[in-house]
Protein backbone atom coordinates (compact mmCIF):
# COMPACT_ATOMS: atom_id res chain seq x y z
CA UNK A 1 0.00 0.00 0.00
CA UNK A 2 1.03 3.32 -1.02
CA UNK A 3 2.21 6.01 1.89
CA UNK A 4 2.19 9.58 1.42
CA UNK A 5 5.91 10.06 1.13
CA UNK A 6 6.73 13.86 3.22
CA UNK A 7 10.06 15.30 1.43
CA UNK A 8 12.53 17.41 4.18
CA UNK A 9 12.07 19.96 1.24
CA UNK A 10 8.84 20.22 3.15
CA UNK A 11 10.06 22.83 5.94
CA UNK A 12 11.14 25.56 2.78
CA UNK A 13 7.95 26.65 3.18
CA UNK A 14 8.12 28.23 6.76
CA UNK A 15 11.82 29.03 5.56
CA UNK A 16 10.28 31.06 2.51
CA UNK A 17 7.58 32.69 5.07
CA UNK A 18 10.02 33.49 7.15
CA UNK A 19 12.14 35.50 4.81
CA UNK A 20 9.04 37.43 3.28
CA UNK A 21 8.25 38.20 6.88
CA UNK A 22 11.67 39.70 7.17
CA UNK A 23 11.53 41.38 4.24
CA UNK A 24 8.23 43.34 5.79
CA UNK A 25 9.57 44.13 8.94
CA UNK A 26 12.96 45.63 7.25
CA UNK A 27 10.40 47.61 5.19
CA UNK A 28 8.51 48.70 8.71
CA UNK A 29 11.69 49.27 10.44
CA UNK A 30 12.11 52.01 7.91
CA UNK A 31 8.58 53.35 8.46
CA UNK A 32 7.12 52.59 5.23
CA UNK A 33 4.57 49.60 6.18
CA UNK A 34 3.32 48.20 9.91
CA UNK A 35 6.17 46.20 10.88
CA UNK A 36 2.76 44.07 12.25
CA UNK A 37 2.51 42.48 8.65
CA UNK A 38 6.05 41.67 8.81
CA UNK A 39 5.35 39.98 12.46
CA UNK A 40 2.37 38.85 11.34
CA UNK A 41 4.03 36.60 8.42
CA UNK A 42 6.54 35.28 10.77
CA UNK A 43 3.81 33.69 13.20
CA UNK A 44 2.40 32.30 9.94
CA UNK A 45 5.83 30.95 9.01
CA UNK A 46 5.88 29.80 13.00
CA UNK A 47 2.51 27.68 12.54
CA UNK A 48 3.88 26.21 9.02
CA UNK A 49 6.42 24.80 10.28
CA UNK A 50 4.99 23.08 13.22
CA UNK A 51 2.40 21.30 10.74
CA UNK A 52 5.59 20.72 8.30
CA UNK A 53 7.16 18.86 11.56
CA UNK A 54 3.93 17.21 12.21
CA UNK A 55 3.64 15.30 8.93
CA UNK A 56 7.32 15.05 8.67
CA UNK A 57 7.33 12.54 12.13
CA UNK A 58 4.46 11.55 11.31
CA UNK A 59 5.98 9.71 7.96
CA UNK A 60 9.15 8.87 9.62
CA UNK A 61 7.76 7.13 12.51
CA UNK A 62 5.35 5.41 10.13
CA UNK A 63 8.11 2.97 8.70
CA UNK A 64 11.58 2.23 9.82
CA UNK A 65 15.01 3.44 8.56
CA UNK A 66 12.93 6.31 7.10
CA UNK A 67 14.75 9.32 8.93
CA UNK A 68 17.91 7.26 8.81
CA UNK A 69 17.49 7.70 5.19
CA UNK A 70 16.84 11.06 4.74
CA UNK A 71 19.51 12.14 6.72
CA UNK A 72 21.99 9.54 4.61
CA UNK A 73 20.49 10.76 1.05
CA UNK A 74 23.68 12.61 -0.59
CA UNK A 75 20.41 14.99 -2.77
CA UNK A 76 18.06 15.25 0.51
CA UNK A 77 19.82 15.71 3.22
CA UNK A 78 20.71 19.52 2.96
CA UNK A 79 17.14 20.43 3.47
CA UNK A 80 16.52 19.00 6.52
CA UNK A 81 18.60 21.91 7.90
CA UNK A 82 15.84 24.26 7.23
CA UNK A 83 13.91 22.51 9.92
CA UNK A 84 16.72 23.84 12.16
CA UNK A 85 17.35 27.32 10.48
CA UNK A 86 13.62 28.90 9.89
CA UNK A 87 13.08 28.85 13.71
CA UNK A 88 16.49 31.23 14.14
CA UNK A 89 14.82 33.63 11.36
CA UNK A 90 11.20 33.53 13.55
CA UNK A 91 12.30 33.46 17.04
CA UNK A 92 14.98 36.26 16.20
CA UNK A 93 12.49 38.82 13.91
CA UNK A 94 9.38 37.28 15.33
CA UNK A 95 10.08 36.87 18.87
CA UNK A 96 12.40 38.17 20.62
CA UNK A 97 11.22 42.28 19.62
CA UNK A 98 8.06 40.98 22.33
CA UNK A 99 10.28 38.64 24.88
CA UNK A 100 14.00 39.17 24.27
CA UNK A 101 14.76 36.44 26.70
CA UNK A 102 12.88 34.06 25.41
CA UNK A 103 13.94 34.97 21.91
CA UNK A 104 17.43 34.41 22.50
CA UNK A 105 17.23 31.10 24.11
CA UNK A 106 15.51 30.24 20.62
CA UNK A 107 17.99 31.91 18.89
CA UNK A 108 20.76 30.02 20.77
CA UNK A 109 19.19 26.63 21.11
CA UNK A 110 18.34 26.36 16.75
CA UNK A 111 21.69 27.97 16.20
CA UNK A 112 23.56 25.26 17.76
CA UNK A 113 21.76 23.06 16.60
CA UNK A 114 22.49 23.84 12.80
CA UNK A 115 25.98 23.83 14.02
CA UNK A 116 25.97 20.70 15.38
CA UNK A 117 23.80 19.35 11.94
CA UNK A 118 26.04 21.24 9.63
CA UNK A 119 29.15 19.69 11.09
CA UNK A 120 27.61 16.29 11.52
CA UNK A 121 26.34 16.34 7.60
CA UNK A 122 29.69 17.90 6.01
CA UNK A 123 31.19 14.89 7.67
CA UNK A 124 28.52 12.62 6.33
CA UNK A 125 29.65 13.80 3.03
CA UNK A 126 33.70 13.41 3.73
CA UNK A 127 32.43 9.30 4.54
CA UNK A 128 29.49 8.61 2.79
CA UNK A 129 29.61 7.71 -1.35
CA UNK A 130 29.39 11.37 -3.10
CA UNK A 131 29.15 11.81 -6.38
CA UNK A 132 30.04 15.00 -7.91
CA UNK A 133 26.31 14.57 -10.28
CA UNK A 134 24.62 14.11 -6.87
CA UNK A 135 25.85 17.57 -5.67
CA UNK A 136 23.35 20.74 -5.95
CA UNK A 137 22.75 24.33 -4.74
CA UNK A 138 20.80 23.05 -1.77
CA UNK A 139 23.81 22.31 -0.42
CA UNK A 140 24.44 25.34 0.25
CA UNK A 141 21.58 25.00 3.01
CA UNK A 142 23.17 23.44 6.26
CA UNK A 143 26.37 25.53 6.59
CA UNK A 144 26.34 28.62 4.46
CA UNK A 145 22.30 29.63 4.90
CA UNK A 146 22.60 28.03 8.58
CA UNK A 147 26.22 30.05 9.40
CA UNK A 148 24.66 33.27 8.01
CA UNK A 149 21.11 33.22 9.27
CA UNK A 150 22.69 32.40 13.04
CA UNK A 151 24.71 35.77 12.38
CA UNK A 152 21.91 38.41 11.41
CA UNK A 153 19.92 35.95 14.40
CA UNK A 154 22.83 36.19 16.69
CA UNK A 155 23.26 39.82 16.19
CA UNK A 156 19.56 40.93 16.59
CA UNK A 157 19.39 39.68 20.03
CA UNK A 158 22.75 41.71 20.92
CA UNK A 159 25.06 39.05 21.02
CA UNK A 160 27.60 40.10 18.54
CA UNK A 161 30.45 38.34 19.21
CA UNK A 162 28.92 35.19 18.69
CA UNK A 163 27.44 36.68 15.26
CA UNK A 164 30.76 37.54 14.12
CA UNK A 165 31.76 33.68 14.94
CA UNK A 166 28.61 32.60 12.25
CA UNK A 167 29.43 35.27 9.96
CA UNK A 168 32.72 33.41 9.56
CA UNK A 169 31.06 30.01 9.96
CA UNK A 170 28.83 30.93 6.92
CA UNK A 171 31.68 32.86 4.69
CA UNK A 172 34.04 30.91 4.73
CA UNK A 173 31.65 27.46 4.17
CA UNK A 174 30.36 29.47 1.31
CA UNK A 175 33.70 30.35 -0.35
CA UNK A 176 34.71 26.30 0.04
CA UNK A 177 30.91 24.39 -1.31
CA UNK A 178 30.91 27.41 -3.79
CA UNK A 179 33.47 26.43 -6.34
CA UNK A 180 32.76 23.10 -6.07
CA UNK A 181 28.68 23.53 -6.66
CA UNK A 182 29.44 26.29 -9.78
CA UNK A 183 32.41 23.18 -10.97
CA UNK A 184 29.03 21.15 -10.51
CA UNK A 185 27.17 23.11 -12.58
CA UNK A 186 29.06 23.88 -15.22
CA UNK A 187 31.32 21.02 -16.34
CA UNK A 188 28.37 18.76 -15.17
CA UNK A 189 24.82 17.39 -16.98
CA UNK A 190 22.42 19.70 -16.39
CA UNK A 191 20.57 19.35 -13.00
CA UNK A 192 17.58 16.44 -13.18
CA UNK A 193 14.34 18.21 -13.98
CA UNK A 194 12.96 18.04 -10.04
CA UNK A 195 16.76 19.80 -8.57
CA UNK A 196 16.77 22.57 -11.04
CA UNK A 197 14.71 25.00 -8.69
CA UNK A 198 17.62 24.74 -6.16
CA UNK A 199 19.53 26.76 -9.22
CA UNK A 200 17.38 29.71 -7.39
CA UNK A 201 19.50 29.27 -4.29
CA UNK A 202 22.36 30.47 -6.37
CA UNK A 203 21.31 33.88 -5.49
CA UNK A 204 21.20 33.27 -1.90
CA UNK A 205 24.62 33.35 -0.60
CA UNK A 206 25.64 36.81 -1.35
CA UNK A 207 22.02 38.05 -0.37
CA UNK A 208 21.94 36.30 3.13
CA UNK A 209 25.59 37.10 3.80
CA UNK A 210 24.80 40.83 2.95
CA UNK A 211 21.83 40.64 5.56
CA UNK A 212 23.81 39.39 8.26
CA UNK A 213 26.67 41.85 7.41
CA UNK A 214 24.16 44.48 7.85
CA UNK A 215 22.70 42.99 10.75
CA UNK A 216 26.22 43.56 12.43
CA UNK A 217 27.45 46.87 11.29
CA UNK A 218 23.98 48.59 12.15
CA UNK A 219 22.90 48.83 8.38
CA UNK A 220 25.67 50.91 7.26
CA UNK A 221 26.79 50.47 3.48
CA UNK A 222 30.83 49.65 3.61
CA UNK A 223 33.20 48.28 1.17
CA UNK A 224 32.28 44.74 2.28
CA UNK A 225 28.61 45.40 1.63
CA UNK A 226 29.42 46.76 -1.66
CA UNK A 227 31.33 43.79 -2.48
CA UNK A 228 28.87 41.38 -1.25
CA UNK A 229 26.58 43.12 -3.44
CA UNK A 230 28.67 43.23 -6.45
CA UNK A 231 28.30 38.98 -6.50
CA UNK A 232 24.95 39.50 -5.92
CA UNK A 233 24.20 41.52 -8.69
CA UNK A 234 25.79 39.03 -11.09
CA UNK A 235 23.99 35.78 -9.62
CA UNK A 236 20.52 37.52 -10.52
CA UNK A 237 21.31 38.59 -13.90
CA UNK A 238 22.38 34.56 -13.75
CA UNK A 239 18.80 34.11 -12.81
CA UNK A 240 17.48 36.18 -15.81
CA UNK A 241 18.71 33.69 -17.81
CA UNK A 242 17.80 30.77 -16.30
CA UNK A 243 14.30 32.08 -16.92
CA UNK A 244 13.42 29.83 -19.67
CA UNK A 245 14.15 26.79 -17.32
CA UNK A 246 11.95 27.41 -15.03
CA UNK A 247 9.03 28.04 -16.75
CA UNK A 248 9.09 24.96 -18.39
CA UNK A 249 9.26 23.34 -14.66
CA UNK A 250 6.03 21.41 -13.31
CA UNK A 251 4.99 22.83 -9.46
CA UNK A 252 6.27 20.69 -6.70
CA UNK A 253 7.44 21.66 -3.17
CA UNK A 254 11.27 22.32 -4.79
CA UNK A 255 9.33 25.89 -5.91
CA UNK A 256 9.30 26.62 -2.46
CA UNK A 257 13.72 27.17 -3.29
CA UNK A 258 12.33 30.27 -5.39
CA UNK A 259 10.92 32.04 -2.03
CA UNK A 260 13.24 32.89 0.56
CA UNK A 261 16.29 33.44 -2.00
CA UNK A 262 14.34 36.38 -3.24
CA UNK A 263 12.90 37.46 -0.38
CA UNK A 264 16.76 37.52 0.87
CA UNK A 265 17.25 39.42 -2.04
CA UNK A 266 14.52 41.58 -1.73
CA UNK A 267 15.34 42.49 2.12
CA UNK A 268 19.61 43.63 1.11
CA UNK A 269 17.86 45.73 -1.70
CA UNK A 270 15.77 47.59 0.77
CA UNK A 271 18.47 48.19 2.69
CA UNK A 272 20.43 49.62 -0.08
CA UNK A 273 17.43 51.84 -1.02
CA UNK A 274 16.86 53.35 2.85
CA UNK A 275 21.19 53.79 2.88
CA UNK A 276 21.03 55.58 -0.81
CA UNK A 277 17.45 57.13 -1.00
CA UNK A 278 17.74 58.02 -4.24
CA UNK A 279 15.09 59.90 -5.67
CA UNK A 280 11.89 58.25 -5.46
CA UNK A 281 13.51 55.68 -3.05
CA UNK A 282 9.90 55.06 -1.41
CA UNK A 283 8.40 54.08 -5.02
CA UNK A 284 11.72 51.30 -5.18
CA UNK A 285 10.50 50.23 -1.76
CA UNK A 286 7.25 49.70 -2.59
CA UNK A 287 7.82 48.21 -5.96
CA UNK A 288 10.79 45.63 -4.65
CA UNK A 289 8.28 44.58 -1.67
CA UNK A 290 5.30 43.93 -3.69
CA UNK A 291 6.89 42.46 -6.15
CA UNK A 292 8.18 39.55 -3.63
CA UNK A 293 5.01 39.46 -2.19
CA UNK A 294 3.29 38.64 -5.22
CA UNK A 295 5.63 35.94 -6.35
CA UNK A 296 5.90 33.82 -2.56
CA UNK A 297 1.94 34.65 -2.86
CA UNK A 298 1.62 33.03 -5.49
CA UNK A 299 4.02 29.86 -4.83
CA UNK A 300 1.52 30.00 -1.45
CA UNK A 301 -1.72 30.34 -3.03
CA UNK A 302 -0.45 27.33 -5.99
CA UNK A 303 0.76 25.30 -2.83
CA UNK A 304 -2.81 25.88 -0.97
CA UNK A 305 -4.59 24.28 -4.31
CA UNK A 306 -2.14 21.54 -4.93
CA UNK A 307 -2.63 20.43 -0.99
CA UNK A 308 -6.11 20.73 -1.39
CA UNK A 309 -6.26 18.54 -4.82
CA UNK A 310 -4.11 16.45 -2.91
CA UNK A 311 -1.14 16.82 -5.80
CA UNK A 312 1.40 18.39 -3.49
CA UNK A 313 3.17 15.32 -1.65
CA UNK A 314 3.79 12.58 -3.84
CA UNK A 315 3.15 8.95 -2.77
CA UNK A 316 5.91 6.79 -1.69
CA UNK A 317 5.78 2.73 -1.63
CA UNK A 318 6.64 0.64 1.42
CA UNK A 319 9.57 -0.94 -1.29
CA UNK A 320 11.00 2.24 -2.18
CA UNK A 321 11.09 2.98 1.64
CA UNK A 322 13.02 0.14 2.25
CA UNK A 323 15.37 0.56 -0.68
CA UNK A 324 16.70 3.67 0.49
CA UNK A 325 17.12 3.09 4.00
Not at 5 to 32: D, E, K
Not at 238 to 249: I, M, S, T
Not at 262 to 284: D, F, M, Q, R, S
Not at 291 to 306: D, E, M, Q
Request: hydrophobic share 55%; aromatic share 10%.
Amino acid sequence: MAVQRIPLNVFSMAFGLAGLGGTWVTAGQAGHVPVTVGRALIGLAAVVWLVSVGWYLRYVCGGRGRLRADLEDPVASPFASLALIAPMLMASLGLAPYSPTAGKILVDVFLVLTVLFAGWLTGQWIVGHLELDQIHPGYYLPAVAGGLVACASAARVGQTLLAVVMFGFGVISWFILGSVVTGRLLHRPRLPAPLLPTMAIEVAPPAIASVAFFALDMGRVDFIAAVLAGYGLLMVIVQLRLLPLYARLRFTVATWAFTFSWAVVATTTLHWIEAGKPAGHVVYTYLVLGAVTVLIGGIAARTVLALARGELLRPASPASDASSS
